[in-house]
């Protein structure tokens, strides 16, 4: 595996590769990697034949008061769990890079709609950050495709409909959340929880199974369900930030012609913020 740390690097790897016939793809990440990136690299393998790699732990997407300067930088590490997936180029570029002409006067990229409410309404300015990234991103490595986790369902949604909307010519693939067998989504904040939270953690993937298993059975009282969801997460010690029912498909409110819902949730333990969520089908559409 390549490593490169300049965008003419980058694109004159990129061009040789390209020479030889080769379909690009594209796994951007903030490193202090786990299964679940692994995971999104060998996905982009079998669908391309020159697999690219970011880590760029970027500031535009982090508030005042969040983890910006404690996020975890593994870069030697994640190296070694690239190389073994069979990635065949990293692009590590630093902060000035990225945004040569500083942060203050970057143009930002903004995806109105699904990037409002849930993560969006909780973490300010966290998906222009996301999105101005991702596009200056997508513009240096132009790959055929690029893959992304489930787990971030919003972001997700974020960056589709990014790419439709700037008629991008990326196939966006989602790749299914990883998860300990524990349940709990595989996460690189998972690592700021101590033993006694971590033990906690699995609850808000436990309590969005029940929730799931309550709609797909016809209930349809959903105020009610989420409230008892609630309840759940407060007795285990979790802090919720949010937990909405919400159309998977456009991710707009839940509606009663809905094929697909997604259950959507945020909590804290202590001070580790944990995201998750579940695609459920009511049972006129399973």
Same mark, same amino acid.
């Given at each position: 595996?390549?490593? +490169? ?20 793809? /594209?796994?951007? !990440? ?15 393998? !079998?669908?391309?034949?020159? +697999?690219?790699?970011?880590? /760029? ?20 590490? #994640?190296? =070694? ?6 990635? &065949? ?12 002409? $500083? ?23 966290? /998906? &222009? $950050?996301?999105? *101005? +990234? ?9 790959? =055929? ?7 971030? /369902? ?16 990326? #196939? ?5 959340? +990883?998860? %300990? ?11 700021? @929880?101590?033993? &006694?939270?971590? %033990? ?17 059975? $016809?209930? *349809? ?19 919720? #930030?949010? @937990?909405?029912?919400?159309? %998977?498909? !456009?991710?707009?409110?839940?509606? %009663? ?11 804290? @333990?202590?001070? !580790?913020? @944990?995201? #998750? ?10």
């Amino acid at each position: 595996m390549i490593t +490169v740390h300049t965008v003419e690097a980058l694109r004159r790897a990129v061009n040789e590769a390209r020479a030889g016939g080769a379909r690009i793809g /594209f796994v951007p !990440t903030m490193g202090n990697l786990h299964s679940g990136h692994v995971a999104l690299v060998t996905r982009a393998k !079998t669908r391309a034949d020159f +697999v690219i790699a970011s880590i /760029f732990v970027n500031p535009l997407q982090f508030g005042p008061n969040e983890d910006f300067a404690s996020y975890p930088r593994t870069l030697a590490a #994640d190296q =070694d769990k690239l190389a073994a997936a069979g990635c &065949d180029l990293l692009f590590a570029p630093n902060v000035d890079e990225m945004y040569p002409n $500083g942060q203050a006067m970057q143009t930002r990229i903004s995806v109105p709609g699904v990037s409002e409410g849930l993560c969006g309404g909780s973490r300010p300015g966290h /998906f &222009d $950050g996301v999105a *101005t +990234v991702v596009t200056k991103l997508f513009n240096m490595v132009q790959p =055929d495709l690029a893959v992304f986790g489930q787990k971030d /369902f919003q972001q997700l949604a974020v960056i589709r409909t990014l790419v439709r909307d700037l008629n991008l010519p990326i #196939d966006i693939i989602g790749e299914p959340t +990883v998860r %300990a067998e524990d349940g709990l989504a595989l996460s690189s904040r998972n690592g700021y @929880l101590d033993a &006694d939270q971590r %033990a906690r953690a699995p609850q808000l993937h436990r309590s969005l199974k029940v929730l799931g298993e309550a709609i797909e059975a $016809g209930r *349809t009282d959903h105020a009610e369900l989420i409230e008892q969801a609630l309840a759940e997460l407060h007795e285990a010690g979790l802090r919720p #930030d949010y @937990l909405e029912i919400r159309d %998977a498909l !456009t991710l707009g409110p839940a509606r %009663a012609d809905s094929t697909e819902l997604v259950l959507v949730a945020a909590a804290f @333990l202590g001070t !580790t913020r @944990l995201i #998750d969520n579940l695609i459920v089908r009511p049972p006129s559409h399973a």
